[in-house]
């Protein structure tokens, strides 16, 4: 036996060697002389470690790992472009979570490729006491800064639910600052560099783990995007008639209903934050497209197309927000099918719109651009008058139709578009009006429809009713003394002029013929509302068409014509308890059999359960009923939920 191993053989009558960090002191590896020196204290003989210490001293190094993965999340959680939907910038005194984090893994650091010594051991054992306590109180810490609203489970009130990616991933690294410290004093005792074994397994397992669970918070936690997409399905068939309120939806938490569509197979409901289309017979959710972040989020839809436009937080160093962007989504699936960034100016440029084609007038011509502005598809100049000036105006899309009005004004020298606007005012008009129809795809004229101007008649309004008996038509509605004020109605595919008002409604004798109200439109017919009276006097309101459908002793007065109702068995009238002269509630709606005349209080009624905050009955002019594949909507401004009446 060698003198060294006399050495570590010392019996009861010879004091222990002081261990040394010269070469010949022990042949054991350094680490384990550090292990073994802190848990029995120096002078004492090196003892091969158990186990569990080896265990402990992994989860020291992945303790240390978490540490760093925690201050780096935490940097990136201030600064890094997190989203938040309350729009609030993070206390100051999340400043300390990474702070705290490099501190303690500095002082770890510093212990770790240090050798041990006698006069500062002690120091090591209070150190890791010391951030065993701070520890114990960041988990604490974490336990009350959970944040709760940023889940619907834990949220106080399911109006303050507003997810918080940037809080979450700041309490994650909290979480994560508290658990490394535990595991760092929990080892049995300071990590060493010589431990490289140790080392590569502990510390990036802790750096990773913080890393992957950061960004799973932004990516699958709390997603910038929340879409659902649905299977084709066929469409229900709309409601003859209704007799019940069949369903009711509520939004989700902490948001806002802004209006509702009729989609392709139900109701499209347009939300603060996006849109969700639902079943029109069950009520059930079909597809959802909601961004909860974004700002001015303002939702639709055109010819057949949904859309969900939307502001970037600015972010990135940019002061001002980025430009609008739309996304376009399949009314039947919620499947994006186009997506485009366009500034508030360029889309103020443009007159109409929908999925394919924008449409803006360029001096005298009228031209197709692609749906994103980037590219003009084609252009329509219309034709000149000699000794006339001519501007397009009034300008409609529908389906493969681009429909403007032309109008061309004698004029003894050509006039800027301000001085024909201005001798369109004033009332002495010598000149031709037209309705011009355009095939969309490349910008041909198709068809035209043209007179010679009253002296005072002006630029005719153009709209497109909701489809009756028949194919699609124009509505042409002029104005001005001496001119019909009856509409007018053109094909919209051919032009043609056809005769669809009911003879009722052609009665100018009538005392509010003018004020009529045309609910839809074909090219076989038109059902017309009116206020007026019977041949008693008697006051009613009444739906004009092939039959008349009635309800007296009743009108609805000019705010109440959006809740008029044709169906294909009966129309709906809205119910009013009228408070004033020009205010009243709706407490139900009166549903009245196709060509019926019946009394307000001896009509068959559904009950509207649509309410305020408060519980109270909205106005009547906020009311607002929409007739969609399997149902009838029913949404006032301003309310949380819309119901759905079904056969």
């Keep these: 036996m060698n003198s ?55 989860l020291a190094w992945v303790g240390l790992g978490l540490l760093a993965g925690a201050a780096g999340v935490a940097v990136w959680g201030l600064a890094g ?37 006698e ?21 604490c810490l974490a336990f009350a800064a959970f944040p709760r609203d940023s889940f619907p489970a834990t949220a106080a009130a399911p109006e303050l639910h507003a997810p918080s990616q940037r809080a979450t991933v700041l309490w994650l690294a909290l979480c994560s600052t508290s658990l490394g410290g535990l595991l760092l004093a929990a080892g049995p005792g300071w990590p060493s560099h010589r ?16 890393v992957v669970a950061g960004a799973w918070v932004p990516t699958v936690v709390l997603p910038p995007v929340l879409h659902t997409v649905a299977g084709a399905g066929d469409s229900p068939p709309e409601p003859a008639t209704v007799t019940r309120v069949g369903w009711t939806w509520d939004p989700p938490p902490a948001t806002r209903i802004q209006d509702v569509f009729r989609g392709a197979r139900g109701a499209l409901v347009g939300l603060d934050d996006g849109m969700v289309a639902l079943d029109g017979a069950t009520g059930g959710e079909l597809w959802s497209y909601r961004l909860p972040y974004a700002d001015d989020v303002v939702s639709g839809a055109v010819d057949g197309t949904a859309y969900v436009t939307y502001t970037d937080e600015p972010g990135d160093g940019r002061s001002e927000p980025a430009d609008p962007v739309t996304v376009l989504l399949d009314e039947g699936t919620g499947e994006v099918t186009g997506r485009f960034a366009l500034s508030e100016e360029e889309r103020d440029s443009y007159e109409t719109w929908n999925a394919d084609l924008r449409l803006r007038w360029d001096g005298g011509a009228l031209s197709g651009w692609s749906v994103d502005g980037g590219e003009e598809l084609w252009t329509h100049t219309p034709g000149t008058v000699p000794g006339r000036t001519c501007f397009g105006d009034r300008t409609l899309l529908s389906g493969d139709r681009a429909v403007h009005v032309h109008a061309c004004l004698a004029s003894e020298e050509p006039l800027d578009a301000v001085a024909f606007r201005e001798l369109l005012d004033s009332g002495d008009v010598e000149g031709t009006y037209a309705v011009v129809g355009l095939d969309a795809a490349d910008g041909a004229e198709v068809w035209r429809h043209e007179w010679e101007a009253e002296p005072s008649e002006r630029v005719p309004g153009l709209r497109v009713p909701p489809e009756g008996d028949g194919g699609p038509v124009v509505q042409v509605d002029r104005g001005g003394s001496g001119v019909d004020p009856l509409p007018e109605f053109l094909d919209l595919d051919t032009g043609e002029e056809v005769a669809v008002l009911p003879d009722q409604a052609r009665d100018t004798e009538r005392p509010t013929a003018s004020e009529d109200e045309v609910l839809s439109a074909g090219t076989r017919g038109a059902l017309v509302l009116a206020d007026d009276w019977t041949d008693r006097g008697v006051a009613r309101a009444a739906v004009l068409g092939p039959v008349t459908t009635e309800v007296t002793d009743h009108f609805v007065g000019s705010g109440g ?66 007739t969609v594949p399997g149902a009838v909507i029913v949404h006032a401004g301003g309310a949380d939920r819309v119901e759905g009446l079904v056969p």
């Design 195 to 210: 431990q490289w074994g140790r080392l590569l397994l502990g510390f990036p397992a802790g750096v990773l783990a913080v």
């Design 561 to 626: 014509k959006e809740i008029v109702v044709p169906l294909a068995d009966a129309v709906l009238f809205p119910r009013i308890a009228w408070t004033d002269l020009s205010s009243g509630t709706v407490p139900d709606l009166m549903v009245v059999p196709l060509g019926d005349s019946v009394t307000e209080a001896g009509a068959e009624s559904v009950p509207v359960g649509v309410r305020d905050g408060h519980g109270r009955e909205y106005d009547y002019t906020s009311l607002d009923l929409v």
């Design 4 to 58: 060294d191993e006399r050495t570590g053989e010392s019996e009861g009558s010879r004091e222990p060697v002081e261990a040394t960090e010269g070469a010949g002191a022990s042949t054991a590896p350094l680490g384990e002389r550090m292990g073994s020196a802190e848990q029995d204290g120096p002078g004492t003989p090196g003892v091969p470690e158990t186990p569990g210490q080896r265990v402990r001293s992994v």
């Design 119 to 139: 006069d500062d051991l002690a120091v090591r054992r209070w150190s890791l006491a010391a951030i065993a306590v701070v520890s114990v109180g960041l988990a």
């Design 81 to 117: 472009g997190l989203r938040t939907a309350s729009r609030e910038d993070p206390a100051d005194a999340w400043l300390l979570v990474p702070l705290l984090a490099v501190a303690v893994l500095a002082w770890a650091a510093h212990m770790a490729v240090r050798a041990p010594r």
